[in-house]
């Protein structure tokens, strides 16, 4: 009795308390700021440009740096930066003249010094930049005046420009070292905190060079790796933008209720990586039979949950340059089991394929090629490693695994590192070696015209489906989920997310 | 409850219910998978992602795989994972404890004094710094988890040791000039059994908890192998759509887990009126 | 007894260093660098050498051990290796994040546990003990990252009455705040409660047996006096100890929750750590966690040892 009555006047406070915390408003931004929230399934590693290898670092690079150019969504390049910029007739040395009038966060004003600091640094392998491999056709970046920057090259180079607007090409302050912990820029939004593993907040740069932009006064950048939970924060308003939904979550979206799901193919593609060097795919008669097995339409349905567009090698479908005259064979058996008979495997092939355990995706992409395989007498174990076990000690050692790699800017930048003899990806990849491809690639960067251009990235398309050095599948549709309230929000090829038009309707 | 399950008049209740239970799991674990038209890593990958039905009695999960006879084929891994790190606590802890109560002195106090020091430690960082440097498997995941254990075992072994070496029989056997390993193992071990088994039944169910946590926390054994914590943690993007699929495996493990434990528990029960008659 | 706390002390710091050694030791052996995961797979080697010399991990071992922990005892943690910025801000915000999981919890573990065992010891037998009883195995039969996945399942999913991270700002509303920390609190709880409310359960029963109370019920106490006068000041202590132990369990523990809510804690902080090789940010992590741990360990030791005598001559004074 004692007890039940004070056992009865705890739960009546708990009730009543728990009633009254479940009716506090929950959505995000209805106070007179606007904030844009958008959520991220990896973490911000680095603040550093140089460094920015992954979804949400290139996005908070959108928001607090601007390139030289930049790379819309019609996958055209277009000035940021740089107004204008011309070119030797022999493409080896660019000039770029700069806005005038830009400001960095802190107040001082930009000029070629900071484009030159900022190239050099990238070239610098201390700094550990992802595209220093890119970058390294620049034989020397000077300051011509104020503001005027001149790159001369080791070698002709069409594409220079693309490059420069390419993620970790944003331009930092002269001589600035402290941009991992204070970031400054020049960009839409000021950096103003970041707790790894959480958030990363940036206010709105009152002074922005581009009149009318931004239009939300802060940004949150979140981490929350776990797909449905970001869904429901989606859902309940905690979260505007959830940025890369995994094809299977976008189901989860009861569409149209509060947020839609909007997507267009991106570049990054997925595909099958054979080494070239090693039995059995040294013998391309066993390489020919991968592709003849192959229905890249089935491998689609099964990996991406139909949401991949099928392709056969870096350059985006929606590239002028991409080769539509090739109809997407279906699988074709009966050649698969006879160029493996004439390479000695009549009586089967036994295989492992290997791929990064954390990514789904890939575990799928493996799945459906042992599924295709097993009915021309191929069999193919599962190996899934942890990342850092598969970047570490199988990519580029063992025979066969799978691969996913984000869109790349330019058709030069999309194939040359990987079909190239001397491509630092082709080393780490499949190892492949053929003169004819050199030659082609090397003519493409030094051809002149967009004619002589497409002619060329042609016929590199079509000798990568003739040598088949390893087998590119289908890109990966980019899809984010957006809430209803949010305007001016266009899905970028690129993948990461530009917020500086974007706006919150009330 | 605890006292419904060791009423009964010889054999406590819980025994029953604990091992009637106990059983039909060990036995679906056995002739399940031998009996299922599936294979645990067996794709159909249209009819993925369904709900329960006569063709899937407890649906499919994303790659079209039988949720049923994974969980069955989890239940396999995750016994002989329990066991195992049990064996292996057991094996180590049990003579270091009965050295230690039977000899006493200096190498009872070094013995005790590096078991404080191993427990000192969190055990789960322990378990995943060597989990994270090691290649995963199932051997390895039974070994370290069973490291982790031998410290309670060997406290148990110990305190019984403690208590019976001053015994008669003891006496007898020294007197008569037997060696210390057959006074250990013939002698103090018998008398020691009857609790050890109890911990050991309780480390069953820890050592089962454990590697699924691991498993969990992607350093257990990986894909496709059908692990009970491993099937949860790559459920949870599908929450929303295809809830059983976590379900599934987390209700086998109560029910593996509760049912050893009820055994446990009986056992205590059991054995405890027969230690006091002995005379503790 | 300031000489055993002394001695207990020594012992933890030798032990702190003994963990930094296995976990330099650990990253080490684990494949893969550091340098190659800033770099990016497809890095020429060239690259990935010239950021492994800059970060110093061309230097023999013991070398690299010595200038991390001359460093750390005097206070500097360090930078990141990946992040680059200094450390001790980091793990600290962290760590507070993962108190306020860890001490809630405790507290309602507390309340609830206690109040449950309490009604079972006084109700023996009754349905009430029987469910209570059943509850607490329920909750010990399968690890925390289950009841968290279940509760997200119905109060998320189908009821749609909380969210399912973890995480909000205070400035966004102290009242969803509160509801995003309320499903990883409650998957906590469950875990602990078992243990809680059957330690409290059979140490009130043995006080509730024991030969003064039933002379303060002979004397024609009240029960309501014998029991929170006498049973409960007694039956409460072991409980104490046990929640003194759980706090420690519960830090090392916490990562698993913090996984499945999406909770920018420090268990979560430390997976992140070990995935990237960053040596410098994991020696944080792990030296500090278990340092709580050992003093939380150290905190219920002497806890029981003052209370243990009180227990064997069972009398708190009428």
Same mark, same amino acid.
């Given at each position: 009795?004692?007890?039940?009555?004070?056992?009865?006047? !705890?739960?009546?406070?708990?009730?009543?308390?728990?009633?009254?915390?479940?009716?506090?408003?929950?959505?995000?931004?209805?106070?007179?700021?606007?904030?844009?929230?958008?959520?991220?399934?990896?973490?911000?590693?680095?603040?550093?440009?140089?460094?920015?290898?992954?979804?949400?670092?290139?996005?908070?690079?959108?928001?607090?740096?601007?390139?030289?150019?930049?790379?819309?969504?019609? @996958?055209?390049?277009?000035?940021?930066?740089? /107004?204008?910029?011309?070119?030797?007739?022999?493409?080896?040395?660019?000039?770029?003249?700069?806005?005038?009038?830009?400001?960095?966060?802190?107040?001082?004003? *930009?000029?070629?010094?900071?484009?030159?600091?900022?190239?050099?640094?990238?070239?610098?392998?201390?700094?550990?930049?992802?595209?220093?491999?890119?970058?390294?056709?620049?034989?020397? +970046?000077?300051?011509?005046?104020?503001?005027?920057?001149?790159?001369?090259?080791?070698? #002709?180079?069409?594409?220079?420009?693309?490059?420069?607007?390419?993620?970790?090409?944003?331009?930092?302050?002269? $001589?600035?070292?402290?941009?991992?912990?204070?970031?400054?820029?020049?960009?839409?939004?000021?950096? +103003?905190?970041?707790?790894?593993?959480?958030?990363?907040?940036?206010?709105?740069?009152?002074?922005?060079?581009?009149?009318?932009?931004?239009?939300?006064?802060?940004?949150?950048?979140?981490?929350?790796?776990?797909?449905?939970?970001?869904?429901?924060?989606?859902?309940?308003?905690?979260?505007?933008?959830?940025?890369?939904?995994?094809?299977?979550?976008?189901?989860?979206?009861?569409?149209?209720?509060?947020?839609?799901?909007?997507?267009?193919?991106?570049?990054?593609?997925?595909?099958?990586?054979?080494?070239?060097?090693?039995?059995?795919?040294?013998?391309?008669?066993?390489?020919?039979?991968?592709?003849?097995?192959?229905?890249?339409?089935?491998?689609?349905?099964?990996?991406?949950?139909?949401?991949?567009?099928?392709?056969?090698?870096?350059?985006?479908?929606?590239?002028?340059?991409? !080769?539509?005259?090739?109809?997407?064979?279906?699988?074709?058996?009966?050649?698969?089991?006879?160029?493996?008979?004439?390479?000695?495997?009549?009586?089967?092939?036994?295989?492992?394929?290997?791929?990064?355990?954390?990514?789904?995706?890939?575990?799928?992409?493996?799945?459906?090629?042992?599924?295709?395989?097993?009915?021309?007498?191929?069999?193919?174990? !599962?190996?899934?490693?942890?990342?850092?076990?598969?970047?570490?000690?199988?990519? &580029?050692?063992?025979?066969?695994?799978?691969?996913?790699?984000?869109?790349?800017?330019?058709?030069?930048?999309?194939?040359?590192?990987?079909?190239?003899?001397?491509?630092?990806?082709?080393?780490?990849?499949?190892?492949?070696?053929?003169?004819?491809?050199?030659?082609?690639?090397?003519?493409?960067?030094?051809?002149?015209?967009?004619? /002589?251009?497409?002619?060329?990235?042609?016929? +590199?398309?079509?000798?990568?489906?003739?040598?088949?050095?390893?087998?590119?599948?289908?890109?990966?549709?980019?899809?984010?989920?957006?809430?209803?309230?949010?305007?001016?929000?266009?899905?970028?090829?690129?993948?990461?997310?530009?917020?500086?038009?974007?706006?919150?309707?009330? | 409850?605890?006292?419904?399950?060791?009423?009964?008049?010889?054999?406590?209740?819980?025994?029953?219910?604990?091992?009637?239970?106990?059983?039909?799991?060990?036995?679906?674990?056995?002739?399940?998978?031998?009996?299922?038209?599936?294979?645990?890593?067996?794709?159909?990958?249209?009819?993925?992602?369904?709900?329960?039905?006569?063709?899937?009695?407890?649906?499919?999960?994303?790659?079209?795989?039988?949720? @049923?006879?994974?969980?069955?084929?989890?239940?396999?891994?995750?016994?002989?994972?329990?066991?195992?790190?049990?064996? +292996?606590?057991?094996?180590?802890?049990? #003579?270091?404890?009965?050295?230690?109560?039977?000899?006493?002195?200096?190498?009872?106090?070094?013995?005790?004094?590096?078991?404080?020091?191993?427990?000192?430690?969190?055990?789960?960082?322990?378990?995943?710094?060597?989990?994270?440097?090691?290649?995963?498997?199932?051997?390895?995941?039974?070994?370290?988890?069973?490291?982790?254990?031998?410290?309670?075992?060997?406290?148990?072994?110990?305190?019984?040791?403690?208590?019976?070496?001053?015994?008669?029989?003891?006496?007898?056997?020294?007197?008569?000039?037997?060696?210390?390993?057959?006074?250990?193992?013939?002698?103090?071990?018998?008398?020691? *059994?009857?609790?050890?088994?109890?911990?050991?039944?309780?480390?069953?169910?820890?050592?089962?908890?454990?590697?699924?946590? @691991?498993?969990?926390?992607?350093?257990?054994?990986?894909?496709?192998?059908?692990?009970? $914590?491993?099937?949860?943690?790559?459920?949870?993007?599908?929450?929303?759509?295809?809830?059983?699929?976590?379900?599934?495996?987390?209700?086998?493990?109560?029910?593996?887990?509760?049912?050893?434990?009820?055994?446990?528990?009986?056992?205590?029960?059991?054995?405890?009126?027969?230690?006091?008659?002995?005379?503790? | 007894?300031?000489?055993?706390?002394?001695?207990?002390?020594?012992?933890?710091?030798?032990?702190?260093?003994?963990?930094?050694?296995?976990?330099?030791?650990?990253?080490?052996?684990?494949? %893969?660098?550091?340098?190659?995961?800033?770099?990016?797979?497809?890095?020429?080697?060239?690259?990935?050498?010239?950021?492994?010399?800059?970060?110093?991990?061309?230097?023999?071992?013991?070398?690299?051990?010595?200038?991390?922990?001359?460093?750390?005892?005097?206070?500097?943690?360090?930078?990141?290796?990946?992040?680059?910025? #200094?450390?001790?801000?980091?793990?600290?915000?962290?760590?507070?994040?993962?108190?306020?999981?860890?001490?809630?919890? !405790?507290?309602?573990?507390? *309340?609830?546990?206690?109040?449950?065992?309490?009604?079972?010891?006084?109700?023996?037998?009754?349905?009430?003990?029987?469910?209570?009883?059943?509850?607490?195995?329920?909750?010990?039969?399968?690890? /925390?990252?289950?009841? %968290?996945?279940?509760?997200?399942?119905?109060?998320?999913?189908?009821?749609?009455?909380?969210?399912?991270?973890?995480?909000?700002?205070?400035?966004?509303?102290?009242?969803?705040?509160?509801?995003?920390?309320?499903?990883?609190?409650?998957?906590?709880?469950?875990?602990?409660?078992?243990?809680?409310?059957?330690?409290?359960?059979?140490?009130?029963?043995?006080?509730?047996?024991?030969?003064?109370?039933?002379?303060?019920?002979?004397?024609?106490?009240?029960?309501?006096?014998?029991?929170?006068?006498?049973?409960?000041?007694? &039956?409460?202590?072991?409980?104490?100890?046990?929640?003194?132990?759980?706090?420690?369990?519960?830090?090392?523990?916490?990562?698993?929750?913090?996984?499945?809510?999406?909770?920018?804690?420090?268990?979560?902080?430390?997976?992140?750590?070990?995935?990237?090789?960053?040596?410098?940010?994991?020696?944080?992590?792990?030296?500090?966690?278990?340092?709580?741990?050992?003093?939380?360990?150290?905190?219920?030791? @002497?806890?029981?040892?003052?209370?243990?005598?009180?227990?064997?001559?069972?009398?708190?004074?009428?």
């Amino acid at each position: 009795m004692v007890q039940q009555s004070w056992l009865m006047r !705890l739960t009546a406070v708990l009730a009543i308390v728990t009633s009254l915390l479940l009716c506090w408003p929950k959505e995000v931004g209805a106070q007179s700021k606007s904030t844009l929230v958008a959520s991220f399934a990896t973490g911000i590693n680095s603040l550093d440009p140089a460094r920015f290898g992954n979804l949400p670092e290139y996005s908070y690079g959108n928001l607090v740096f601007n390139a030289l150019a930049y790379i819309d969504e019609d @996958l055209k390049l277009q000035p940021d930066l740089a /107004e204008s910029w011309q070119t030797s007739d022999d493409l080896k040395v660019w000039t770029f003249k700069l806005r005038d009038n830009v400001k960095f966060h802190d107040g001082r004003p *930009l000029t070629a010094d900071d484009v030159v600091w900022t190239v050099q640094r990238i070239l610098d392998p201390k700094t550990g930049s992802r595209i220093r491999a890119n970058l390294q056709i620049v034989k020397s +970046v000077t300051a011509v005046d104020r503001l005027t920057v001149r790159f001369e090259l080791n070698g #002709p180079y069409a594409d220079l420009a693309s490059v420069l607007a390419d993620y970790p090409a944003r331009i930092v302050p002269n $001589g600035y070292t402290d941009l991992a912990k204070h970031p400054i820029g020049t960009g839409p939004f000021k950096f +103003v905190s970041f707790v790894p593993g959480d958030r990363l907040v940036a206010v709105k740069n009152e002074n922005y060079w581009e009149k009318g932009y931004p239009k939300v006064d802060e940004v949150r950048l979140m981490h929350i790796p776990e797909m449905s939970s970001a869904i429901t924060a989606l859902e309940s308003g905690s979260v505007h933008i959830v940025a890369d939904i995994r094809p299977e979550s976008i189901s989860q979206i009861r569409s149209g209720k509060a947020a839609t799901v909007q997507s267009v193919p991106s570049g990054t593609w997925m595909g099958y990586v054979m080494h070239n060097e090693k039995p059995p795919f040294n013998d391309i008669r066993v390489r020919r039979a991968f592709a003849a097995l192959v229905d890249k339409e089935e491998v689609i349905k099964i990996a991406s949950f139909g949401t991949g567009t099928v392709t056969h090698s870096p350059i985006p479908p929606r590239h002028p340059y991409f !080769l539509n005259e090739v109809a997407t064979p279906k699988a074709d058996l009966a050649t698969a089991k006879k160029l493996l008979a004439d390479a000695g495997y009549a009586k089967g092939l036994k295989l492992k394929i290997w791929y990064p355990s954390a990514d789904a995706e890939q575990e799928r992409l493996a799945l459906a090629l042992r599924e295709m395989a097993k009915k021309a007498g191929v069999d193919i174990e !599962l190996s899934g490693v942890p990342n850092d076990k598969f970047y570490g000690e199988v990519e &580029g050692k063992e025979s066969l695994a799978t691969t996913m790699l984000y869109g790349r800017p330019t058709p030069d930048t999309q194939t040359y590192l990987w079909y190239h003899s001397t491509g630092s990806w082709n080393r780490n990849m499949w190892h492949y070696s053929n003169p004819k491809m050199d030659a082609l690639l090397e003519a493409a960067r030094a051809a002149k015209t967009e004619e /002589e251009r497409t002619a060329i990235y042609k016929d +590199v398309q079509r000798t990568i489906l003739e040598d088949v050095p390893g087998i590119v599948v289908y890109v990966k549709a980019i899809s984010h989920g957006v809430r209803n309230n949010v305007e001016g929000f266009s899905v970028s090829p690129r993948a990461w997310l530009e917020l500086k038009g974007v706006s919150l309707k009330n | 409850m605890m006292d419904f399950l060791s009423g009964g008049r010889r054999v406590p209740r819980g025994f029953i219910v604990g091992g009637v239970l106990l059983f039909v799991i060990v036995l679906m674990a056995i002739i399940g998978p031998a009996v299922s038209p599936y294979e645990y890593d067996q794709m159909h990958i249209m009819d993925r992602l369904k709900p329960p039905s006569a063709r899937y009695w407890l649906g499919t999960d994303e790659f079209g795989r039988d949720v @049923l006879t994974r969980a069955l084929y989890g239940t396999q891994t995750s016994l002989i994972t329990g066991v195992m790190a049990t064996a +292996v606590s057991l094996v180590i802890g049990v #003579p270091l404890g009965l050295l230690a109560g039977y000899r006493r002195g200096i190498i009872d106090e070094v013995i005790m004094r590096f078991l404080d020091l191993v427990m000192a430690f969190p055990p789960l960082m322990l378990v995943l710094l060597v989990a994270a440097v090691t290649d995963p498997s199932v051997w390895k995941t039974a070994f370290v988890v069973g490291l982790l254990f031998v410290p309670s075992v060997t406290r148990v072994a110990r305190s019984i040791t403690l208590d019976v070496s001053s015994k008669e029989f003891v006496e007898a056997a020294e007197a008569r000039g037997e060696r210390t390993s057959y006074i250990l193992f013939a002698e103090l071990l018998p008398n020691a *059994l009857p609790p050890i088994i109890v911990e050991g039944s309780l480390r069953v169910t820890f050592a089962i908890l454990v590697a699924a946590v @691991l498993s969990f926390l992607g350093f257990g054994i990986q894909p496709p192998a059908s692990d009970w $914590g491993l099937m949860i943690s790559q459920a949870r993007r599908f929450l929303a759509q295809a809830p059983w699929i976590a379900i599934v495996p987390g209700l086998f493990m109560c029910l593996t887990v509760v049912s050893i434990s009820i055994i446990g528990d009986g056992l205590r029960e059991y054995l405890d009126p027969r230690m006091r008659r002995a005379g503790r | 007894m300031f000489v055993y706390l002394g001695q207990r002390i020594l012992v933890m710091t030798l032990l702190l260093v003994v963990m930094s050694i296995l976990v330099f030791c650990a990253i080490h052996v684990l494949p %893969g660098n550091v340098a190659i995961l800033i770099l990016g797979d497809s890095a020429a080697p060239e690259h990935v050498a010239a950021l492994e010399a800059k970060l110093g991990l061309n230097d023999p071992l013991h070398v690299q051990y010595w200038r991390w922990a001359s460093m750390f005892v005097t206070g500097d943690f360090g930078e990141s290796l990946v992040m680059e910025r #200094p450390i001790a801000p980091i793990v600290m915000e962290a760590l507070g994040k993962s108190l306020v999981l860890a001490s809630c919890t !405790l507290l309602i573990v507390a *309340l609830v546990g206690i109040t449950l065992g309490v009604i079972s010891a006084t109700r023996r037998g009754s349905i009430v003990d029987h469910g209570a009883s059943l509850f607490a195995y329920l909750g010990i039969s399968v690890p /925390e990252f289950f009841w %968290g996945i279940v509760l997200i399942i119905v109060c998320v999913n189908y009821l749609g009455l909380l969210p399912a991270s973890g995480n909000a700002d205070i400035s966004d509303g102290i009242g969803n705040y509160i509801a995003h920390l309320i499903l990883p609190i409650a998957t906590l709880t469950l875990t602990l409660l078992a243990h809680v409310s059957r330690m409290t359960r059979s140490s009130v029963i043995e006080e509730l047996e024991s030969n003064y109370v039933k002379a303060a019920r002979a004397k024609g106490l009240p029960e309501r006096i014998v029991l929170f006068r006498h049973a409960l000041r007694n &039956g409460l202590l072991p409980t104490i100890t046990v929640l003194a132990y759980d706090f420690g369990w519960l830090i090392g523990g916490i990562v698993v929750v913090e996984t499945v809510f999406s909770y920018p804690g420090v268990g979560r902080l430390l997976i992140f750590a070990i995935e990237r090789h960053d040596l410098p940010l994991v020696q944080a992590i792990v030296i500090l966690m278990t340092a709580i741990y050992m003093g939380a360990n150290l905190v219920a030791d @002497l806890l029981y040892t003052c209370f243990n005598p009180k227990l064997r001559y069972g009398g708190a004074v009428e």
